[in-house]
């Protein structure tokens, strides 16, 4: 296939726990003051940022955009761009404008490298509910500095019990930080956070004697300074010392879609366009687009291996996963320079993983009644029972779950196998991704009204539903003490979803949806001292272990907040619609 159609995408700019840990942290570290010595380090010495490198480019100024005006991507579906070779004008869509459907993208950024949103500081008064300061002021005090640099927040400040790992910058945790400072208009922190955990990722990461892939990302990392040295070394974890030894599938995922959002809320492409990131997105990637035994499009993961990083069931092939993978692959598309073999692949790669996703893991009311009366034991490539899966698997809950309107995806499908489950993040990653075409996000959204006691209660949100109980919590979690009915992973409440429920919210227009749970938030977030989360069917009591000044608790409040006070900040989250990328009916 030619190049010409991948050279669009070089100007493009979309418009549209915490586990306990062993306190052991892994071998792999950065000593700032001995940065070259290490033998790991040699032998990624193209690759690797050393710490001058890191000081030099966080001097370089924001490089701002200069793109030429071509169709945004979003208004080209993958289709055509891989059908031809015809530059189109680059417009940028307003959602949130009805009288501007189109303007050109350069109007949305300043020429200060700052957000052209115009979000105001916390400092200048931008306080629509008295805790706004509160958590400003707790998001603050959670900040981590690597040689005088703000790199990133830990996970928790709750000096009530051990530390474990909660004194860490976890991947996946910062996001909502993060996403909280590039609203405010305090991109620094963003960009070091992103640049540091690069720098981790060119090293050496071995589990007793097999060596991961050179993509991987960190699950998190420490700041340990030595006051002797007066020296700061950086101490990575890539789950080698987590529960169950996973990997964390999901920080690569995290990590591209963060770089995204902070080329598209500053206008800088600098970070971007370094050689360095350029490499680090391909690494990535090439662990998932790599060719196998698999006969899906999806990634094939363990347990434990994201959120929901403990046995809970969703080993195969989990939604979150599937979702996060989708949104970085779209990300990555806008990231990379031209690059035409990759890029082909990154394209054949989003079709084939809509088509399976919007075929095979969409539930609604005439989708469950299908299954309900499949035939087993089909062949041949006319079944319609294409994973064989058994109707009497079917679990009781589900056919009073369904509501008449509403639908949703499942969490996990496979050979013989569906996981009924409602899991939130997955779901609404979907949505801001537009994994979910706009018809499935609107019933998402009808979904989640129809069941609001479910999967919201007294306290937003649930992280999953329903909560596995007695035998099958027995067999699944093997008896997990953490993760018993209600609590935890395990149909416990997470706060920290309020900001992926509201940016979906606006995504889909059904704001008021995100309000209504931000105002049940309001009510206790800080009189509870910002827990990790809640437990029971309600979510009415704060977790049996949860911590309190959970970071992510604190910011992904900040971001909702911020998101219904301006929604145009959506759109550094959220992906428009692909509309030739359509689900083929009948495929059940």
């Known amino acids: 296939m030619g190049c010409g159609w991948i ?10 726990r915490r586990n306990p840990k062993s306190k052991n942290m892994s071998p792999v570290s950065i000593d700032a003051a001995n940065h070259g010595t290490s033998a790991a380090a040699s032998a990624n010495t193209i690759f690797e940022i050393a710490d001058d490198d890191f000081s030099r480019l966080l001097e370089k100024p924001p490089k701002p955009l200069n793109i030429e005006r071509k169709r945004s991507f979003d208004e080209k579906s993958f289709s055509e761009l891989s059908m031809t070779m015809s530059p189109r004008p680059l417009l940028y869509r307003n959602p949130e404008n009805s009288s501007r ?67 860490q910058v976890f991947v996946r945790d910062f996001v909502p930080s993060a996403l909280a400072f590039l609203m405010n208009g305090e991109p620094e922190i963003v960009k070091n956070f992103l640049l540091k955990t690069l720098c981790l990722q060119s ?43 996973v ?79 989708f949104m970085a692959l779209r990300c ?94 997955g779901n609404c990653v979907a949505i801001l991704s537009s994994l979910a075409t706009p018809e499935q996000s609107s019933a998402i959204m009808d979904l989640i009204e129809a069941r609001w006691d479910e999967l919201v209660g007294e306290m937003p949100l649930k992280i999953s539903y329903p909560a596995l109980e007695n035998h099958d919590w027995k067999i699944v979690t093997g008896y997990d003490p953490k993760n018993t009915r209600w609590s935890y992973h395990n149909g416990g409440t997470w706060p920290v979803l309020l900001w992926l429920l509201t940016a979906a919210c606006i995504k889909s227009g059904r704001p008021q949806i995100a309000r209504r749970a931000i105002d049940l938030a309001e009510s206790r977030l800080l009189k509870d001292s910002w827990p990790e989360y ?41 992906l428009e619609e692909d509309k030739l990328m359509r689900p083929v009916a009948g495929l059940w």
């Open 7 to 16: 050279s669009l995408i070089g100007w493009f700019v979309e418009g549209s």
């Open 101 to 167: 459907v189109f303007e050109p993208i350069d109007s949305i950024y300043s020429s200060g490298g700052r957000s052209g949103f115009g979000t105001p500081r916390s400092e200048n008064g931008f306080e629509p509910h008295p805790i706004l300061s509160e958590a400003w002021d707790a998001l603050r005090r959670s900040m981590v500095y690597f040689r005088g640099q703000p790199v990133g927040t830990i996970a928790a400040m709750d000096q009530s019990g051990e530390e474990l790992n909660y004194d």
């Open 203 to 245: 090293w050496e990461k071995k589990v007793d004697l097999f060596k991961l892939g050179e993509g991987v990302m960190p699950a998190s990392f420490k700041v340990q300074h030595d006051q002797v040295r007066n020296s700061d070394t950086l101490v990575a974890d890539f789950g080698e010392t987590a529960i169950g030894r």
């Open 247 to 325: 990997a964390p599938v999901d920080s690569g995922f995290w990590w591209i879609i963060l770089l995204r959002a902070y080329t598209k809320s500053t206008g800088d492409s600098s970070l971007a366009d370094n050689p360095d990131c350029q490499r680090g997105i391909r690494l990535i990637l090439s662990l998932c687009l790599s060719k196998g035994f698999d006969t899906f499009p999806t990634l094939l993961c363990a347990d434990g291996c994201c959120m929901i990083d403990r046995r809970m069931g969703i080993y195969g092939y989990p939604i979150e996963i599937q979702a996060l993978f």
């Open 332 to 425: 990555a598309l806008q990231l990379l320079k031209q690059d035409c073999e990759f890029q082909e692949k990154v394209v054949e790669r989003l079709h084939a993983l809509s088509f399976h996703m919007r075929s095979y893991y969409w539930l609604d009311m005439k989708q469950l009644n299908s299954i309900y009366r499949y035939k087993t034991e089909e062949y041949s490539h006319t079944a319609v029972n294409k994973f064989n899966v058994m109707p009497d698997s079917l679990p009781d809950w589900v056919f009073d779950f369904m509501p008449k309107r509403g639908g949703y995806f499942i969490g996990n499908v496979s050979p013989a196998r569906m996981d009924f489950r409602w899991f939130c993040l």
């Open 534 to 574: 809640y437990d029971g069917k309600l979510g009415r009591y704060v977790g049996k272990q949860s911590r309190k000044f959970q970071t992510w608790s604190i910011a992904g409040y900040l971001v909702a907040k911020m998101l219904l006070e301006d929604p145009s900040h959506s759109g550094m989250i959220s």
